[in-house]
T-cell receptor
Framework: SAVISQKPSRDICQRGTSLTIQCQVD?????MFWYRQQPGQSLTLIAT?????????ESGFVIDKFPISRPNLTFSTLTVSNMSPEDSSIYLC??????????FGEGSWLTVV | GQQLNQSPQSMFIQEGEDVSMNCTSS?????WLWYKQDPGEGPVLLIA?????ELTSNGRLTAQFGITRKDSFLNISASIPSDVGIYFC?????????????FGTGTRLKVLA
């Protein structure tokens, strides 16, 4: 499976600010995804990061709040905009693997104060 | 929308005991994935299941794809302290595209030495 690295691993942010999370994969992958895991909760898909085109967002998530870039097959960014305490979550980058599997990075733990 | 209910929600067991957990839904799924998430880490893929009735092992872990396609089971034999963590199931609905999964609510496992 690919090695997926995220930055930052943790951050404490002021409300009203924006933060960009980076995801770097050690090999080219076709499919990259961004998930959110709210405290004590399960994982929810935010969007599919499409290389060279706009991301595909799931119901309840919008581009203005979570802009995503995917400039190439090994890198993606997720920005959490105009943050509020409700955005305090773990944000996880993931990639599609063989056999319809998905693999996750170690996550970016955001706390908004 | 579709939901995946995991049971039990949490469990404390003695080291050496066997553990069983399950994931159920009112809907059918084409693929099941099982993950373990350690504290402060991203989820790690344990087992993938592709056919109804399939039984697959990974070391002390054994998972089964339910015959009805609406459930899946994970067993851990002879538990050890490092089995502590949160276990998530993920099911792929027939109407979803590749790599699109719904995640269960998680089972929190604590092992008492």
């Amino acid at each position: 499976s690919a090695v997926i690295s995220q930055k930052p691993s943790r951050d404490i942010c002021q409300r009203g600010t924006s933060l960009t999370i980076q995801c770097q994969v050690d090999s080219q992958v076709t499919m990259m995804f961004w998930y959110r895991q709210q405290p004590g909760q399960s994982l929810t898909l935010i969007a599919t990061a499409n290389q060279g085109s706009e991301a595909t967002y799931e119901s309840g998530f919008v581009i203005d709040k979570f802009p995503i870039s995917r400039p190439n097959l090994t890198f993606s960014t997720l920005t959490v905009s105009n943050m509020s305490p409700e955005d305090s979550s773990i944000y996880l980058c993931s990639v599609g693997g063989g056999g319809n599997t998905i693999y996750f990075g170690e996550g970016s733990w955001l706390t908004v104060v | 929308g579709q939901q995946l209910n995991q049971s039990p929600q949490s469990m404390f067991i003695q080291e050496g005991e066997d553990v069983s957990m399950n994931c159920t839904s009112s809907s059918i799924f084409n693929t099941w994935l099982w993950y373990k998430q350690d504290p402060g880490e991203g989820p790690v893929l344990l087992i993938a299941l592709y056919k109804a009735g399939e039984l697959t092992s990974n070391g002390r872990l054994t998972a089964q794809f339910g015959i009805t396609r609406k459930d899946s089971f994970l067993n851990i034999s002879a538990s050890i302290p490092s089995d502590v963590g949160i276990y998530f199931c993920a099911g792929q609905p027939p109407t979803s595209g590749t790599y699109k999964y719904i995640f269960g609510t998680g089972t929190r496992l604590k092992v008492l030495a």
